[in-house]
């Protein structure tokens, strides 16, 4: 079907949540998408940050295949192939920054999405709390009354910080602290606390006041959404220590920029020399194929137990296959150091560009923040012209989140097309 023909039946047909850009896209290989006229465009966007290993990619599909072959779906009722070894393999990953000895196993929680890994995570974090509250009661000789009383107060109070991202979903949203993308959808659940992103300062003024009710605190340790803004170590140190000093659960939303994203290391909080009790994953995880995990150290995910969650389709037959196949080839491929060579080429080459005031990122997680003069989205618009799928954050902001599988020579056609439109 021609773009004309199926923008007509999704303008007809959807609701319209997105303005999509012009283009029909049918096919892709690594870096290059094609759309339904035969051109091609470099992608810059790589399904915001979820192709990790660039499309079609030989491992993925013959995994994907193969599973379709075998079995699709049955339910979290049965064990099935492939979905422990995920498991294993990420915890290993979270595992990567500790030492041999340290090392205890994390648990997880098979989603669908980004923001049902975080609705895991909250509801994981309040039960932690509730299930302290009852054994500290207990050793306390409290009885029965005693000790549900002692649930019904215990913390619940969710911390996020300032400008965050964390979903769409009515508690995802309370958590994202960005009272515009609320405000249309009041009431939303209560118990969600914001505070300044690397304000130090205000995070101890909010334990001092609240402490006693903080259940966790949850931060994206390089934010994506609010256009690629890293937190400071000494923020997130803080945020490790004010949370261990009240039992509460410090949990990093590494959706966006975990899995090999930032180079060097699998996950971001590792980057910041901090180590967290819940981590979420998706995204890249499964390298497009949706894909949600909520990882936490065993004796926090212990809280949880048969019936407490659930998903129809979390950890399907095919998603653990994508995602086995992906962590693999990730873990086995070099990504770490490529990413995080080829994320420097590619802040180095932004910042010569014209118009562009400002550059940010750790590895291939990157913005550039152009000056008053240009307009983001209109680049966006004349990226397509120059065969370029790019994205916006802001009217000034181009954010890059290519396929992690994106080399210098990439780079060097972006530079030359961008700066073609930036000098126009
Ligand atoms: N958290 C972060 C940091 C994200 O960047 C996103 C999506 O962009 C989400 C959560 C939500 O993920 P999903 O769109 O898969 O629900």
Not at 138 to 161: F, K, Y
Request: with cysteine.
């Amino acid at each position: 079907m021609s773009y004309a023909e199926q923008r007509e039946l999704e303008s007809t047909y959807l609701m319209g949540t997105y303005a999509r850009k012009p283009v029909e896209l049918v096919r892709g290989r690594g870096m290059e998408v094609e759309d339904d006229a035969g051109r091609t465009y470099l992608d810059f966007v790589s399904g915001v940050g979820a192709a990790s290993l660039g499309h079609c990619h030989p491992v993925l599909v013959a995994a994907l295949e193969e599973q379709a072959r075998t079995l699709v779906h049955v339910s979290n009722y049965y064990y099935i192939e492939h979905r422990g070894e995920v498991a294993r393999a990420v915890s290993d990953l979270l595992n990567a920054c500790v030492p041999e000895g340290e090392r205890a196993p994390w648990q997880s929680f098979f989603a669908n999405s980004g923001a049902e890994a975080n609705e895991c995570a909250f509801k994981l974090a309040r039960l932690h709390a509730k299930k302290r509250a009852a054994a500290r009661a207990e050793e306390a000789g409290a009885d029965e009354a005693a000790v549900r009383a002692a649930m019904a107060a215990a913390p619940r109070v969710i911390v996020t910080l300032d400008k965050s991202f964390h979903g769409r979903t009515l508690a995802t949203l309370a958590a994202t602290a960005q009272p515009a993308k609320q405000e249309a959808f009041q009431p939303l659940p209560d118990g969600f606390v914001r505070t300044p992103l690397n304000d130090v300062a205000a995070l101890e003024a909010l334990f001092a006041t609240q402490g006693d009710d903080v259940c966790a605190v949850m931060v994206e340790c390089v934010q994506g959404e609010s256009g690629v803004h890293p937190c400071l170590p000494e923020f997130l140190q803080a945020a490790r220590r004010l949370t261990a000093e009240r039992g509460a659960l410090l949990m990093c939303d590494e959706i966006q920029c975990g899995m090999f994203r930032c180079g060097t290391h699998p996950f971001g909080f590792q980057h910041f020399g901090i180590a967290p009790d819940v981590v979420t994953i998706a995204k890249g995880i499964a390298s497009g194929f949706p894909m949600g995990m909520c990882a936490a150290r065993a004796e926090v995910a212990a809280s949880f137990g048969p019936g407490d969650h659930g998903s129809t389709f979390g950890g399907s037959c095919l998603a653990v296959a994508a995602a086995e196949a992906t962590v693999r080839e990730l873990s086995q491929g070099g990504y770490a150091e490529s990413v995080e060579r080829v994320g420097a080429y590619l802040r180095e080459r932004l910042a010569e560009l014209p118009h562009v005031a400002e550059v940010r990122g750790l590895g291939l997680m990157v913005a550039a923040e152009l000056d008053e003069s240009a307009s983001a989205p209109d680049v966006v618009l004349a990226g397509l012209e120059e065969g370029l799928l790019l994205n916006f954050t802001g009217p000034h902001t181009l954010r890059f989140l290519p396929p992690l599988v994106c080399e210098e020579s990439h780079v060097d056609a972006l530079i030359d097309r961008l700066s073609r439109i930036l000098t126009a």
